[in-house]
Nanobody, 116 residues
C-alpha cells in the first residue's frame, strides 16, 4: 500500500522558517515528479511548489522567493524549505505527485501555523 508521510510542521512566528519533509513508501514506481500542496481552513487545496524529474521547479506566486522545493536524498522524497513565513501561509501542507501525474492517496499532512 502506497503511503505519503509528511513531517516538519509546527507553530512559528511571522518571519520564521520551517522545513517540511515527505516520503512515499510502498511504491514500486521508480521516480515521481513531486509537489507540495496546502489547504487552509475554508479554502481549496492548492499547489505550492513542484519539481520534475528533469530538474525544473515551479512555485505559486504567493510563495516565490520564500519557499524552495527540493528532492530528498532518497528517491520519492521531497523537502520544502519555507522562509519569511506569513500568517497567510497557515495551512495543512501535503505532498503528492506533481502536476500531470495521477495523485496518490493523500496523507495526513502536516500543520503549519504562523502566528505571533
Amino acid at each position: 500500500q502506497v503511503q505519503l508521510v509528511e513531517s516538519g510542521g509546527g507553530l512559528v512566528q511571522p518571519g520564521g522558517s520551517l522545513r517540511l519533509s515527505c516520503a512515499v513508501s510502498g511504491s514500486t514506481f521508480s521516480v515521481y515528479d513531486m509537489g507540495w500542496y496546502r489547504q487552509a481552513p475554508g479554502k481549496q487545496r492548492e499547489l505550492v511548489a513542484a519539481f520534475t524529474n528533469g530538474g525544473s521547479t515551479n512555485y505559486a506566486d504567493s510563495v516565490k522567493g520564500r519557499f524552495t522545493i527540493s528532492r530528498g536524498n532518497a528517491k520519492n522524497t521531497a523537502n520544502l524549505q519555507m522562509n519569511s513565513l506569513k500568517p497567510e501561509d497557515t495551512a495543512v501542507y501535503y505532498c503528492n505527485t506533481g502536476p500531470g501525474w495521477s495523485r496518490l492517496s493523500w496523507g495526513q499532512g502536516t500543520q503549519v501555523t504562523v502566528s505571533s
